[in-house]
């Protein structure tokens, strides 16, 4: 017997940690996604900042086709011909050294902590072991990720947290330099806070955070699992800064919707994970990496770059435009095709209300917290479907500036 899938069967057999649109998707091309009922959406959200060449886009199909027909997963006793490709690439591309892959976003930050912890210990002393983060920070859901992160919301009810965790805030140079120490082991920063409100580091913060951390022999991390792999436009964001870090965390966009993430880091950190200190059973699938590594070469191409500080502006000129007529945002903030638009104080919390009416309106949009529309398109997404996809904005504004 088949049973209908339907949006009510969630509410019934999942677990209901998430709120999930009214509507099922079941197909998508480029920056167009289809439901159930064959009602087109455009996408301004691929996937919370991962499906950075769209959807199922032909190359990536190819490559991930290809090797399923190959192999698809032999554990890390073995390595793999698309994970050495993948690592070799990134390398080329950056300041790292090595590579250490995983699959989502919390766990190459759980691996850069536990780095950064244990370099410390190999070094140094235990004592060494505070991790100082920002405040409105995001970095996982893990235990240990969710603790680092600096909103408290996500870590209530699950006492007790990790200890050795401090927290300044973001951008504020007199309260990281009053907080790094000698025991200090690592400062984790996003160079963009995503989940936080799409708010962008200045460069005098990174800058203090680089020198305090050569003055007190701890570790930089930046966490650039939502601004990496072109986001921002360039491939990863510290090169916007000229900052470079010590271990640099990827994920979303790096397998542009297959699961895959990494922690870049220089060789002489990369040591205090010999043999045994750390693993995972799939990290460095040999699938995951051949998604990654056609994402990666397609993604470093001059022109993708280039086209995603131009879609940038026709982004955020729309966004004004819409903001002209119907007097919604504050100020349209971010970099690249990560871009908050800040609600005014008539729309205080009302963030999720542009979400709801954009289903209805045909775009799938996202928020950064309960004020700020977040968009984050593909990074080759159609100047037509820009268009469109603001128009339907503008459907939403319109739906929403009469209540
Ligand atoms: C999404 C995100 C994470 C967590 O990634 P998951 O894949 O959900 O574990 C961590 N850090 C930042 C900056 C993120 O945006």
Redesign the pocket.
């Known amino acids: 017997m088949t049973q209908k899938i339907t949006r009510q069967l969630y509410d019934q057999i999942m677990v209901p940690c998430y709120a999930p649109a009214p509507y099922i998707p079941v197909k998508g091309k480029g920056s167009r996604v289809w439901d159930q009922n064959g009602k087109e959406y455009i996408d301004f959200a691929a996937g ?2 991962v499906s950075a060449l769209g959807h199922c886009h032909p190359d990536v199909v190819a490559a991930l086709t290809e090797q399923a027909n190959k192999i698809w997963h032999i554990s890390n006793g073995l390595t793999s011909e698309p994970a050495l490709l993948l690592a070799q690439k990134l390398i080329n591309l950056t300041f790292a050294e090595r590579v250490f892959f995983a699959n ?4 190459a ?1 759980e691996a850069a902590f536990k780095l950064a912890r244990r370099y410390a210990y190999d070094h140094f002393d235990a004592e060494k072991h505070q991790i100082i983060s920002c405040y409105n ?5 893990t235990l240990f ?1 969710v603790t680092v992160g600096g909103q408290e919301k996500y870590q209530q009810g699950f006492a007790p947290l990790p200890g050795g965790i401090d927290y300044i805030h973001f951008n504020d140079i007199a309260s990281l330099e009053a907080a790094v120490t000698d025991k200090t082991c690592a400062v984790v920063i ?1 160079p963009v806070q ?2 936080g409100g799409v708010m962008p580091a200045t460069k005098a913060f990174l800058e203090a955070a680089r020198r305090l951390c050569n003055q007190h022999n701890a570790l930089l991390i930046f ?5 990496g792999v072109g986001r921002t436009g360039t491939f990863y964001t510290y090169m916007h800064y000229g900052i470079e870090p010590d271990v640099l ?1 990827t ?2 966009g790096l397998g542009a919707g297959f699961p895959i ?1 990494a922690m870049l880091t220089k060789d002489k950190f990369a040591q205090s994970f010999s043999v045994g200190v750390h693993g995972t059973t799939y990290g460095g699938n040999p699938l995951a990496c051949s998604v990654a590594e056609k994402v990666v070469e397609l993604i470093s191409q001059p022109g993708v770059l280039e086209g995603v500080a131009e879609r940038h502006q026709w982004m955020k000129e729309g966004l004004e435009r819409i903001n002209q007529q119907y007097d919604l945002f504050d100020e349209v903030r971010g970099m690249g095709l990560l871009l908050g638009a800040v609600l005014k104080p008539a729309y205080q919390d009302r963030a999720k209300e542009f979400v709801t009416q954009g289903a209805k309106e045909g775009v799938i949009l996202l928020v950064a917290g309960g004020s700020v529309l977040r968009f984050a398109p593909s990074l080759i997404i159609e100047k037509a479907d820009i268009d469109e996809g603001l128009s339907r904005l503008a459907k939403v504004a319109e739906a929403l500036a009469a209540h």
């Open positions: 919370i900042a989502s976003g919390a766990e930050n920070s995001f970095h996982g859901r990720t996003e995503g989940e966490d650039e699992v939502q601004t965390t994920a979303k993430s």
